[in-house]
T-cell receptor, first 111, second 109 residues
Framework: DTEVTQTPKHLVMGMTNKKSLKCEQHMGHRAMYWYKQKAKKPPELMFVYSYEKLSINESVPSRFSPECPNSSLLNLHLHALQPEDSALYLC??????????FGPGTRLTVT | RKEVEQDPGPFNVPEGATVAFNCTYSNSASQSFFWYRQDCRKEPKLLMS???SGNEDGRFTAQLNRASQYISLLIRDSKLSDSATYLCVPLTGRRALTFGSGTRLQVQP
């Protein structure tokens, strides 16, 4: 089973809202990732968690706040987003230095 | 030089054709390579992993040339369902994937 699940599938939020994206995997992977993908562009790495600790933050604005409550769950907390933050947010997981498996993504629209 | 370079295409080929994509990468320390396919408005799906000189899986063959720092993907007997964007992805030492911009393939009946 190589399934990564993400909720919600779609999210529309205003610039003053607070919302959270959720990601879950049950493959025993110890690394989890958040990517952002704009239309017609490749995914861009935002954050990497390894063994539940944040190991990479690609200079992401503080209005995006990741959280890894346990080895199976990854959250992305959103606050005071801008319209240009509208994108597909992808979660992925992997064993160390091996292939990453992606969830279906959350399509976010900021109004 | 970009970390990963791919011809964006589109490659328009008839069903049954053989098509090849190349990808060049700049980080000579990259050890592992992956090809993902991505359908429109969907997530990337792993197509093939390459840890040594190459890999073959059915109609798909990946070849790695470390000396020239490129990796290729060959698709034989193209199907309509192969129409997608193919992303070349080296794994850097810090466990992060660096995606190429992708090559779009359109297989026509």
């Amino acid at each position: 089973d190589t399934e990564v699940t993400q909720t919600p599938k779609h999210l529309v939020m205003g610039m003053t809202n607070k919302k959270s994206l959720k990601c879950e995997q049950h493959m025993g992977h110890r690394a989890m990732y958040w990517y952002k993908q704009k239309a017609k562009k490749p995914p861009e790495l935002m954050f990497v968690y390894s063994y539940e600790k944040l190991s990479i933050n690609e200079s992401v604005p503080s209005r995006f706040s990741p959280e890894c409550p346990n080895s199976s769950l990854l959250n992305l907390h959103l606050h005071a987003l801008q319209p240009e933050d509208s994108a597909l947010y992808l979660c992925a997981s992997s064993q160390e230095n091996y292939e990453q498996y992606f969830g279906p993504g959350t399509r976010l629209t900021v109004t | 030089r970009k970390e990963v370079e791919q011809d964006p295409g589109p490659f328009n080929v008839p069903e049954g054709a053989t098509v090849a994509f190349n990808c060049t990468y700049s980080n000579s320390a990259s050890q592992s390579f992956f090809w993902y396919r991505q359908d429109c408005r969907k997530e990337p799906k792993l197509l093939m992993s390459v840890y040594s000189s190459g890999n073959e899986d059915g109609r798909f063959t990946a070849q790695l040339n470390r000396a020239s720092q490129y990796i290729s993907l060959l698709i034989r007997d193209s199907k309509l369902s192969d129409s997608a964007t193919y992303l070349c992805v080296p794994l850097t030492g810090r466990r992060a994937l660096t995606f190429g911009s992708g090559t779009r393939l359109q297989v026509q009946p």
